[in-house]
Nanobody, 127 residues
Framework: EVQLVESGGGSVQAGGSLRLSCAASGFTFDDYAIGWFRQAPGKEREGVSCIESSDGSTYYADSVKGRFTFSSDNAKNTVYLQMNSLKPEDTAVYSC????????????????????WGQGTQVTVSS
């Protein structure tokens, strides 16, 4: 069974940190571009970060650049999103997805197609 499972969400105060994990089963991360996305209540889903399968190039939305770091552990078939200096506006449900390549649109990075999605994990940042 193909699955993407996120974990690591929670509640923190502004300035705090969280590390999200996205573990894949049933397929190999190496073959896919992986993106992190978030959706806040009442807002559209937006791209946060994306990593290419071809060369490992990593991209970030301007709003998280310098604060978030996308990394991968191919041996564990898991990717991570280290989130530092969190702000209340980072509050959202964070999800990971697998596609073929990262694409740029309106200041953020998305996937060209969405082959697999995780169920999401809630991140709440209080002021």
């Amino acid at each position: 069974e193909v699955q993407l499972v996120e974990s690591g969400g929670g509640s923190v105060q502004a300035g705090g940190s969280l590390r999200l994990s996205c573990a894949a089963s049933g397929f190999t991360f190496d073959d896919y571009a992986i993106g992190w996305f978030r959706q806040a209540p009442g807002k559209e889903r937006e791209g946060v970060s994306c990593i290419e399968s071809s060369d490992g190039s990593t991209y970030y939305a301007d709003s998280v650049k310098g604060r978030f770091t996308f990394s991968s552990d191919n041996a564990k078939n898991t990717v991570y999103l280290q989130m530092n200096s969190l702000k209340p506006e980072d509050t959202a449900v964070y999800s990971c997805a697998a596609g073929q390549e990262c694409i740029y649109y309106s200041g953020r990075y998305y996937l060209d197609e969405y082959n697999y999605w995780g169920q999401g994990t809630q991140v709440t940042v209080s002021s």
